[in-house]
């Protein structure tokens, strides 16, 4: 396996509804800031803007290479400020834990984008502007705003990405919602997802799972400002 067993549970817990409800709960009525939502509604507004407001492949898949770039921005982030607090013992365990979930969500994020670029191809080919250019000028503008807003506010930065996380949850639950036949009728085999480690018989398996991966995503980033 190619990562933590530990968050594979987890995930496998919330296919239960009530457990999913359940986990949800604590953080639904989580109010961020005023900065935080708004980049966050431009963020949104942006991908509904150029993708529509209705979830498909391309749009996940566009999500997903904007999703994983946070992560990797915090973790450097966090490796610059170590540079400031290698003498404080405890300033570098606090910023080595959240190194450690950004890298756990990273990864997790990156089999997703690998994963659903393969059902996207099966599914249609779109044009290289709107599956490649796009979210890349995103992706790299994204990079930085999240390393600096990090950097300036690490509430805000969490905050932000609660609010993402909470999109793309709503997204994948509607798409898992509406379209449960048809994704259960589609083959959901990838070389990478079972390098990764998790078996999915079908897309719909493979769908809820992400959409558990994203609420869990969402409630870790409350839980890094309250730790
Ligand atoms: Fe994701
Ligand atoms: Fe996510």
């Known amino acids: 396996m190619r990562h933590d067993a530990e968050p594979e549970v ?41 993708y529509g407001k209705k979830p498909s492949y391309l749009k996940f898949r566009s999500v997903e290479v904007i999703a994983r770039v946070p992560y990797q921005s915090w973790e450097s982030a966090v490796y610059t400020l170590l540079t400031l607090f290698y003498s404080s013992e405890e300033r570098a365990m606090e910023l080595c834990k959240l190194s450690r979930f950004a890298n756990l969500a990273k990864d997790n994020e990156t089999m997703h984008v690998v994963v659903i670029s393969q059902f996207e191809k099966r599914d249609r080919k779109h044009g290289v502007f709107l599956r490649t250019v796009i979210p890349m000028i995103f992706a790299f503008f994204y990079y930085w705003a999240a390393y600096w807003l990090y950097l300036i506010s690490r509430r805000a930065a969490l905050e932000l990405n609660y609010l993402f996380e909470q999109h793309a949850f709503a997204q994948y639950s509607e798409f898992v919602e509406k379209n449960a036949d048809a994704l259960k009728a589609k083959s959901a085999e990838s070389a990478y997802l079972a390098w990764y480690g998790r078996p999915c018989a079908n897309q719909y398996e493979f769908f809820r799972s992400v959409r558990n991966d994203e609420l869990i995503h969402r409630n870790r980033s409350i839980e890094e400002i309250e730790r």
């Open 10 to 50: 987890l995930n496998t817990s919330l296919n239960d509804e009530t457990a999913l409800r359940e986990y949800a709960r604590p953080y639904d009525t989580y109010r961020p800031g005023l900065v935080p939502r708004v980049l966050g509604w431009f963020l949104v507004a942006c991908g509904d803007l150029v």
